[in-house]
């Protein structure tokens, strides 16, 4: 029997002539094989490496790939020797029953690569595994990270080269100006908040921070709600601290505006099971996915978060939150494991190209240098690295409201109805400033705070 190390690596060579062939016989097919996002590499005959690298400069100036516009541009670059020489370019043409076919070759093509990477892949695993200096669970990630880029790759080039960024971004101004849309990226539920930052934009890693029990929880899922329930947007909800019946719960109770104490206790009205009836079918058709994983470490989060984006296509992910996220190198401190989470959620939401939104508490030291003061990027609990890496920081504010008693003021504390402030910290592209909402406690809700003119 053949053993699988001494067989040839998947190609077909016909194939990709023919693939070749369509592409000097018709300008289409060029087109197609770019669409297709097809590169030099996915070719196993070096010769065909070269050719195909013709195809692409000259279609890159404008130019038409035939026989002799490839051969001239193949002895320009000195590879024509190792494209197999004038009359190798000259036969591809007669290989071809018909360049309609160029969707089958060029999928071929495409097959046959990936089958190779996929052995490349396969025996990396096999080299990996038998490393005893690294953790099962650090191989693991490294396999899917590798695996995930297998298919991630055939939607965009690795690189590109600044005319075509310039070209795309050209696009997109344009239909900016044509279509005059505010939100450019996934709607935040706050007019205000989408105004100032047109949304979550993809890619970003976005960080809310508070201090404990102000309400970054329920604001975070406010936004979850409205990007799924509204706008059915798929939308991925990491819970660290809460179970999903808990979080099934708090979206019940601010959907339907049911007192949230009253639904765990049970005393509920005809009203609140009418509205608990109503809001739980709409839920129920949602694109929602909550992850309910406590002791949850980095590796286990970005697996699953790979995997929702390509199964379930997510386009948006909240987790809650940073500090209770485990890293596998317990003996770093833990400022250090941070900065490094921070760096791979960041990294994480550029690979999916995804919004990534993380709930973070905030230090101590701003109840310290003064009651009531606003926060800013120095409170990030744990690094400094978490303000470098982020694309944008809200913070959630509340100052104590305060009573006169015997002509001294007295905290009353966080009071039902009263202001909280939304900051924008931090905004990559965009203005910072705040936001006023109320926080209905009852219904874990944020809105919008009204004030009369």
Known sequence: MTKTRDKTPPHDDELERAALGSMLF????????IQHHLQAGDFYSRAHQRIFDAVLSLDSRGLRSDIQTVIQELKQTGKLDEAGGAAYVSSLTTVIPSSANIEYYLQSVLDHSLRRALLRVAAEIGVTAYDETRDSPEILEEIEQDIFEL??????????????????????IDEAYRTKKTITG????FDKLNEMTSGFQPSDFVIIGARPSIGKTALALNMAAHIAFKHHIPTAFFSLEMSDVALAQRLISSEARVDGKNLRSGYLSSDDFRNILSVSGRMNEAPFYIVDMPNMKLLDLRSQARKLRAQEKVQIIFVDYLGLIGHENNSLPRHEQISEISRSLKSLARELKIPVVVLCQLNREMERTGQGQSPTLANLRDSGSIEQDADLVLFLHKQPQKAKKDGEEEDKGFQEGYPTQLIIAKQRNGPVGMIELVMRSKFALFTPLERST
């Open 151 to 172: 298919r991630d790759n055939r939607q965009a080039f690795s690189f590109s080269k600044i005319d075509e960024v310039l070209t795309r971004t050209i696009d997109k």
């Open 26 to 33: 018709d300008a289409d097919a060029v087109d197609a094989a």
């Open 186 to 189: 996934i709607p935040t539920g």
